[in-house]
């Protein structure tokens, strides 16, 4: 088995994401973490498209089509807001 080490603070955000998701210890959150980490690189999304988010994507994308989507300066002026704060 190896170990790997990691300095205070960042032991101490992994001791407390450990415990507030029922992790025993932070060596099993940890694991649990590099897991899923790398087996996002080659795991299929499908799991992403669930019925209700792909329902919500066709009902955006019959109201574009229908022209009531958002203009393209009020998507701007959202994002020139979230840039400033």
């Known amino acids: 088995m190896h170990q790997i ?3 205070d603070h ?3 955000e992994a001791e407390r994401r450990a415990s ?3 992790f025993v210890t932070v060596d099993d959150y940890v694991a649990d973490v590099l897991q899923h980490d ?3 690189e080659t795991e299929n999304l499908e ?3 669930t019925p209700e988010r792909l329902a919500y994507i066709d009902r955006a994308a019959a109201q574009i089509d229908a022209g009531q ?3 393209s300066e ?3 002026d959202h994002f020139r807001q979230k840039l400033k704060s």
């Open 5 to 7: 080490q990691l300095d």
């Open 10 to 12: 960042l032991y101490q």
């Open 20 to 22: 507030a998701t029922g």
């Open 38 to 40: 790398l087996r996002e």
């Open 47 to 49: 799991h992403l498209f």
């Open 69 to 71: 989507g958002i203009p």
């Open 74 to 76: 009020q998507v701007r």
